[in-house]
């Protein structure tokens, strides 16, 4: 690394921050449109995907819209709007194209390290959850993505689709599931690394490890200085950019902050940690093989809804409950304590008071979760579990997710809990913030960076064929051709080794 380079060859033409699964698919998708730029991907940590995207620190759900209650709210008149579903499903898909096509031309060897089938299931109790259930049912299958979704009541049906949650159940509790099986389990840790390991092998783009960047500040002439430091030896040095884009999960407000762009104003983070019940007990962990998503409490924000995880993690099927959710100021689960007051500025203390104030169920909430004891936690797993025993099963804490406070005209400032790519005016500044529904759908959101980043190359004829044979939906929603989505499914299900007999 040169101090203050201003050589042309020098001059990078994007440099990503952070070594997780939204910088590692962006570079790879940067490459493969254009092997010739010139890229470079710092990562403060020995490794690569041990924040957010490992294994351990997030569900692994490939969000599809299947199991999510909280994607179809009901609407005032008691219709479903299911527009959050089908975007995501859509979204989704963009991710299994992409990695179809890495699979195709031999960039991955086997998709199993990352993906497997699993099917995604919603599981209510009570009359009114029943009916909700059912009309969310009715809504989607009008759609044609979800022509596979299954609805029961009856008791033999949901003990063969999830025997464990059953055992024990009185025989006039009331309930009711829905059953995709077309859904996945994911592990973006692996993926991580694998889209890594082609950076590398393929591009020799080698991800720049125990680095962090600590500033990024406009040149004169319209590039970017970088300044980072090894956290090995401390040594500082400086890179230019012409691009860059801020991939640092929760540090990513902080850097996006110090960057100076008007566009950073008003943001605010809120980070809100999470912490699974992992199963120790074999036996009980080969009962069960499906994602079961409930309703979430009242008040609870919507990444709280409870579920209970099939899980592939290191060759092993695992079993996970929850998310908890905790409170901790860190921006990064190997950040620091004093995080979220750093990020308090001028220009966004309005709407962290704002979204404070109107907010004040989700503190109470949140209180209420940081409060509970190991007793309380296997009550709450006991729903789903009903003979859940405390031996069987372990804390362990997810990751950290940072949301996204923004400024509001009526409210001062507004809580948002998906994400949002923030960019300078020209497009050479791009942050990512916000976390769900995160992973699974990098792919989709790095096109969206891509036409921040790169316009002019996006429009042309040569960008666009190669997009259109990376991801054959990149451009267009899923719905707009029936039979070309069932083809183009079918293919990824094979690439993928998903079950296709569902
Ligand atoms: C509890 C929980 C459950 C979740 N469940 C799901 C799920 O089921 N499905 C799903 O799709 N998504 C899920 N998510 C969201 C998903 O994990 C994230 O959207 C995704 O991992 C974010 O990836 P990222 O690359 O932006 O961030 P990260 O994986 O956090 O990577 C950011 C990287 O940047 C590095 N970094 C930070 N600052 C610097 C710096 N200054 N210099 C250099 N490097 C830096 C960090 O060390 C880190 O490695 C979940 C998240 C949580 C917390």
Not at 146 to 167: A, T, Y
Not at 320 to 325: C, Y
Request: with cysteine.
């Amino acid at each position: 690394m040169s101090k203050s380079s201003q050589n042309s060859d020098e001059i990078y033409d994007l440099i990503c921050v952070g070594g997780g699964i939204m910088s590692s698919t962006l570079a790879v998708m940067v490459k493969l449109l254009n092997p010739l730029y010139k890229i470079a991907v710092f990562e403060r940590l020995d490794a690569v995907g041990l924040e957010s995207s490992e294994a351990w620190n997030n569900a692994g759900t490939g969000h599809s819209g299947f199991c999510e209650l909280n994607y179809t709210p009901e609407q005032a008149d008691g219709s479903i709007d299911i527009t959050k579903a089908v975007n995501t499903l859509s979204q989704f898909e963009r991710s299994k194209e992409f990695w179809s096509y890495l699979v195709k031309e031999g960039l991955i060897g086997d998709a199993e390290r990352f993906i497997k089938s699993c099917p995604h299931h919603s599981w209510v109790t009570g009359q009114e959850d029943v009916e909700f259930l059912r009309k969310r049912y009715r809504a989607l299958q009008r759609t044609p993505m979800f022509k596979s979704m299954q609805f029961s009541e009856d008791k033999q049906v949901l003990k063969k689709w999830f025997p464990l949650i059953m055992r024990e159940r009185d025989e006039d509790e009331v309930m009711a599931a829905t059953r995709m099986e077309m859904g996945t389990e994911v592990n973006y840790g692996a993926l991580t690394q694998l889209y890594f390991d082609i950076l590398k092998k393929e591009f020799n783009t080698p991800v720049i490890l125990h680095t962090e960047v600590l500033s990024i500040k406009r040149q004169k002439d319209g590039n970017w200085k970088i300044g980072v430091r090894s956290r090995r030896d401390k040594k500082r040095s400086y890179l230019v950019a012409k691009h860059v884009f801020i991939g640092a999960g929760g540090d990513a407000l902080p850097l996006l902050q110090k960057t100076g762009i008007p566009e950073k104003d008003g943001f605010g983070g809120f980070p809100v940690s999470g912490q699974w019940l992992i199963c120790k007990n074999r036996a009980l962990v080969n009962q069960h093989w499906a994602k079961v998503y409930s309703k979430e409490g009242p008040d609870a924000p919507p990444m709280s809804t409870p579920h209970l995880d099939t899980r592939y993690i290191e060759g092993r099927r695992e079993l996970l409950f929850g998310p908890f959710a905790g409170f901790s100021s860190k921006f990064l689960k190997n950040g620091s304590y004093t995080d979220l007051f750093k990020s308090i500025k001028l220009g966004n203390i309005k709407s962290l008071l704002g979204a404070f104030w109107h907010n004040l169920d989700l503190s109470k909430y949140l209180i209420s979760q940081v409060m509970m004891s190991p007793k309380d936690r296997v009550k709450e797993l006991r729903e789903f579990v009903k003979d859940a025993k405390i031996e069987d099963w372990e804390l362990r804490i997810a990751g950290q997710r940072v949301q996204i406070i923004k400024k509001d005209k009526q409210q001062w400032g507004k809580l948002q809990f998906g994400t949002e790519v923030v960019h300078s005016k020209d497009g050479t500044i791009t942050a990512l913030l916000g976390a769900s529904p995160g992973a699974s759908t990098a792919v989709h959101i790095m096109l969206e960076v891509l036409s921040y980043v790169f316009p002019d190359q996006m429009d042309s004829i040569e960008w666009q064929q190669k997009l259109d044979e990376m991801i054959p939906f990149w451009n267009r929603e899923v719905d707009t051709d029936e039979e070309q989505f069932k083809a183009t499914q079918a293919f990824c299900s094979e690439m993928l080794k998903l079950d296709v007999s569902h």
